[in-house]
């Protein structure tokens, strides 16, 4: 069975840092590209991050550019997203999403076919 598994979310105030974790089962990221994602209540979910399989190039959306950070770790089989200053404007469920091959426009939530359970960022004071 193909799985992605979240990590790392909870509380946190402005200004601090998370870093969340998405590791796979069944299947192995290499040959993967990787999106995270964030909804919050009542909006559409949207792309936050994106790093592609063939060169491992990275996008951001422009609302966390500088802030926040795409790695992947093959040897572990995860994918992490560093969060740094983070505002209440983050505050969402985060999820992370894989997609054999390469995604050129890796920020597009329907073209990818594996998803995690999403974990909840909470950023308030």
């Known amino acids: 069975q193909l799985q992605l598994v979240e990590s790392g979310g909870g509380l946190v105030q402005p200004g601090g840092s998370l870093r969340l974790s998405c590791t796979a089962s069944?299947?192995?990221?290499?040959?993967?590209?990787i999106g995270w994602f964030r909804q919050a209540p009542g909006k559409e979910r949207e792309g936050v991050s994106c790093?592609?399989?063939?060169?491992?190039?990275?996008l951001y959306a422009d609302s966390v550019k500088g802030r926040f950070t795409i790695s992947r770790d093959n040897a572990k089989n995860t994918v992490y997203l560093q969060m740094n200053t983070l505002k209440p404007e983050d505050t969402a469920i985060y999820y992370c999403?894989?997609?054999?091959?390469?995604?050129?426009?890796?920020?597009?939530?329907?073209?990818?076919?594996?998803w995690g359970q999403g974990t909840q960022v909470t950023v308030s004071s």
């Open positions: 790093v592609r399989k063939s060169d491992g190039s990275t």
């Open positions: 999403a894989a997609r054999i091959g390469v995604i050129r426009r890796c920020m597009i939530p329907v073209l990818y076919d594996i």
């Open positions: 069944g299947f192995t990221l290499d040959y993967y590209t």
